[in-house]
């Protein structure tokens, strides 16, 4: 029988976009367990009331295009 790390080492020797594809297949076969019941709208309203009660936890536009830019 194949183990994981045969499978994870035959997997690293494919191509980047077949890897890719690859991955994308596996997690789309999987369970939507984090997925929430209102499609994650409750943690946007929680994350907006923060940022009213505390507007120095958010960040410019240019703080975030620095930040990703790293």
């Not at 020797?13 to 499609?39: G, I, K, W, Y």
């Not at 120095?56 to 830019?69: N, Q, V, Y």
């Amino acid at each position: 029988m194949t183990t994981l790390n045969e499978i994870e080492a035959s997997a690293m020797t494919l191509p980047d976009q077949q890897r890719a594809a690859l991955a994308s297949h596996l997690l789309e076969s999987l369970p939507a367990v984090l997925q929430d019941d209102d499609d994650g709208l409750a943690e946007a309203v929680r994350r907006d009331a923060e940022l009213d009660a505390d507007p120095s936890l958010g960040m410019t536009m240019e703080e975030f295009k620095s930040a990703i830019g790293r």
